[in-house]
């Protein structure tokens, strides 16, 4: 995909939006157990990302995933069911809200390791390449991840063996807590420019302006030339994670949240919408998300007596815990 | 057929890169074969298949959980044991998690190839572990082979099997070798009698199974020893070890890993839960939080030997009364 779809960009942040929002109320009234790492804020990088990718690529998300999930296509119900520990979730329920994963729409799975799915990513680019797919994937990750050293390997990796991997830094200011001036010596750009890897600095709240930079390293990659990195600078407009909406954390200025807040990829997108058009895409969006949350409501508990289903793909049985003997 | 056990594992890793597509070498130095297993096979195969990799271990090992996500089967050889520590991470909360968090979207089918596993005499204190217990514990598939065509049919399973395998090659067993008539894969799960006995059953351990066949040796007359090989460690053959020891009744369990949590400890508890022996257990082990230290004399200290082994079964086959 080249030019961007305004509408569809919409689409994506709005949907990523309101299904964050509904998943907040959803975790508030004992649904989701938890807690989730709420996307909000940082939609318009998923959105610009995966709307500059196809069906068959891959990607990995984060532990602040289902924006990810949802950009790639994974159907909305499955994944709030997921959210909800439901048999009819995307893993049965299995992996919730830190593990969602789609292998059929391309995602490898949120991964909840910080760091650790960028090699993930790259390996199953790499055997996709060599059976002469024309895959090319996009890893996410936060700020925090640019110092594990597990990552910086993989970015060795990509670049060494030229794997078509476009390595996406969601740059929200803050690992948890801890601002990416106190954690990080020199910059991100820095560590791609380290391995060679070209690397572009957008700004993450801008939709439109992802899906640019996205599509033309996009292009680059499947044409060859070799892993980039994207460096979305972006803010987090609500927790780390729900359970600071019980406990009280001070680390963010109030005014800094404010600002923040104000550049918001919904409205930047959406303002460019004629006003009926964004009502319409509201409506829709909002009756996706209304079924989504019945469905995951109506789907059933998974039966305790699967606890270990899936355990081994091989099929290998493994003992109980009980006192059977 | 006379084989080595390094040429067996040689053996099943050519055989099986010539039978499956799907099927590569990922490591450090694979490509000259610095290990001794991985000799010839780059030139036959090409270096797209015996990938050599940069000294990134948990990069390597992520990446060939990703290539097992899609559809190939890497095998990821770790020249030293000790690496498994650094990996366990990527190997314990990835590939073996991923099948059952996915709620079964997908398999991780990789083997974790260690040659030269244990004490190699003089290399001290961080390339001397032998954790096969740790991946037993975690629940992911972990072979011990003793025997050279054990070596080649377990290597072949692990290639085969469908979630990660660790296989264990003792540095103690590299230099044994044995006549073959036919090489074949060997099933997880199932262990062997490797000498029958009446008296005394000893479960040993990769390696270790040949001292155990010493021992056994140097006792006929006095004791009639069983040596109960379980070939792999998780899923452990405890059916096959009860149907020794009901027999037997005493049993001894000699594995070279550390004592608290070892794989000994399982398997004298999952015995003692089912069957009652006619006396107490014994297991031969290195001591708790071993550390190998150089010297030789001190690194023998610390393994579990032949001369601890002879003394446990003399104990466990006195009279009880």
């Given amino acids: 995909m080249t030019g961007a779809d305004p509408v569809g960009l919409y689409r994506t942040v709005r949907l990523i939006r309101r299904f964050e929002q509904r998943a907040i109320d959803l975790v508030r009234a004992g649904q989701i157990v938890g807690g989730i790492h709420p996307y909000l804020g940082q939609e318009g990088i998923a959105a610009g990302v995966c709307a500059a990718l196809r069906p068959t690529d891959l990607v990995t998300g984060t532990h602040r995933g289902h924006g990810h999930v949802l950009a790639k296509g994974a159907d909305p119900a499955r994944t709030m069911a997921e959210l909800c520990g439901r048999e009819t979730g995307l893993n049965r329920g299995r992996g919730g809200s830190m593990h969602a994963a789609d292998l059929s729409v391309g995602v490898l799975g949120a991964n909840a390791i910080v760091g650790a799915a960028g090699a993930i990513l790259t390996g199953a680019v790499w055997a996709h390449r060599r059976r002469g797919d024309d895959v090319v994937g996009a890893t996410f990750f936060g700020d925090g991840a640019v110092n594990e050293g597990m990552l910086l390997e993989a970015f060795n990796l990509a670049a060494l063996w030229r794997v078509p991997v476009l390595f996406v830094c969601e740059n929200n200011g803050y690992a948890t807590t801890m601002p990416v001036a106190g954690a990080v010596a020199g910059t991100i750009t820095g560590r791609a420019a380290a391995f060679d890897m070209p690397a572009t600095v957008v700004d993450g709240q801008d939709p439109e302006a992802v899906h640019a930079v996205a599509a033309a390293a996009v292009a680059r990659i499947r044409a060859g030339g070799g892993p980039e990195l994207v460096e979305a600078q972006t803010y987090r407009f609500d927790a780390h994670h729900t359970f600071e909406h019980v406990v009280r954390l001070d680390y963010r200025p109030p005014e800094e949240v404010a600002a923040g807040r104000a550049r918001d990829p919904v409205d930047i997108q959406g303002d460019r919408l004629a006003p009926h058009r964004r009502a319409q895409v509201d409506a829709e969006v909002e009756a996706t998300v209304d079924a989504a949350v019945a469905f995951a409501l109506a789907g059933p508990e998974p039966d305790p007596a699967g606890a270990l289903d899936h355990l081994y793909a091989s099929g290998l049985t493994a003992r109980a815990g009980g006192g059977q003997g | ?321």
């Fill in chain 2, 1 to 321: 057929m006379r084989l080595s056990y390094r040429r067996a594992l040689t053996r099943a890793l050519a055989d099986e890169l010539a039978r499956d597509e799907s099927v590569f070498l990922l490591g450090e130095d694979v490509r000259v074969g610095a290990s001794m297993i991985t000799s010839g096979l780059c030139r036959r195969f090409g270096p797209e298949r015996v990938r050599d990799t940069p000294l990134s271990e948990q990069a390597f090992t992520s990446f060939a959980t990703g290539a097992a996500l899609a559809g190939m089967r890497p095998v990821v050889e770790f020249q030293i044991p000790s690496l498994l520590f650094l990996v366990f991470e990527q190997i314990v909360n990835h590939a073996h998690k991923f099948p059952l968090m996915t709620g079964g979207q997908c398999a991780v089918p990789v083997t974790y190839l260690v040659p030269g596993s244990g004490s190699r005499t003089g290399w001290a204190g961080q390339h001397s572990d032998h954790p096969y217990p740790l991946f037993a514990h975690v629940g992911i598939v972990t072979a011990v082979p003793a025997t050279p065509a054990d070596a080649y049919g377990l290597l072949v399973s692990a290639i085969r099997h469908d979630d990660p395998v660790v296989v264990f090659a003792p540095a103690g067993a590299l230099d044994v070798r044995e006549d073959v008539e036919r090489l074949a894969p060997v099933p997880f799960g199932r262990g062997v009698v490797r000498r029958a006995g009446d008296d005394v059953t000893v479960v040993a351990v990769g390696h270790l199974v040949h001292d155990a066949l010493a021992v056994a040796d140097e006792l006929a007359g006095q004791v009639s020893v069983e040596v109960f090989d379980p070939r792999t460690v998780y899923p452990f053959d405890l059916d096959g070890l009860l149907a020794s020891v009901t027999r037997t009744g005493r049993l001894v369990v000699c594995d070279d890993a550390n004592r608290s949590c070892g794989i000994a400890a399982e398997i004298i508890t999952s015995v003692v839960e089912r069957v009652r022996l006619a006396v107490p257990p014994r297991r031969v082990t290195r001591p708790d939080g071993a550390v190998l230290p150089f010297a030789p004399g001190l690194d023998r200290a610390v393994q579990p030997g032949r001369e601890a082994l002879t003394a446990a079964i003399h104990h466990v086959a006195k009279d009880p009364t």
